[in-house]
């Protein structure tokens, strides 16, 4: 598979970040706390791991960009099994 290049990741990373704050109202699911605090959580988790991100879009450089693909590696597990694993599931 190719590489997406890093400044092209970073426009990605804020864009997406913000998408999971805003998708509760934007998918009517705010309703449930579960999976609204976990579409928050993991925007604003997204948007300060881009912030420390060494790329071009980070504004403190911090994080090399090989820890930074294995948190997002990471958090899209975690946000594909938070359905399951915490209890709303059924409802989205």
């Known amino acids: 598979m190719k590489s997406i290049p890093t400044?092209?990741?970073g426009l990605l990373d804020?864009?997406?970040?913000?998408l999971f704050i805003a998708s509760p109202w934007l998918l009517g699911f705010a309703d449930?706390?579960?999976a609204r605090s976990v579409a928050i959580?993991?925007?604003a988790a997204v948007l300060g791991l881009s912030a420390f991100t060494d790329y071009e879009a980070g504004l403190s450089k911090q994080?090399?960009?090989?820890?930074?693909?294995?948190?997002d590696t990471l958090s899209g597990?975690?946000?594909?099994?938070?359905?399951w694993l915490l209890g709303f599931a059924k409802r989205i």
């Open 7 to 9: 400044n092209v990741h």
């Open 14 to 18: 804020y864009t997406t970040g913000a």
């Open 32 to 34: 449930d706390k579960a």
């Open 41 to 43: 959580g993991t925007g």
């Open 63 to 71: 994080i090399p960009m090989a820890t930074h693909l294995r948190a």
């Open 77 to 83: 597990v975690l946000v594909a099994a938070s359905p």
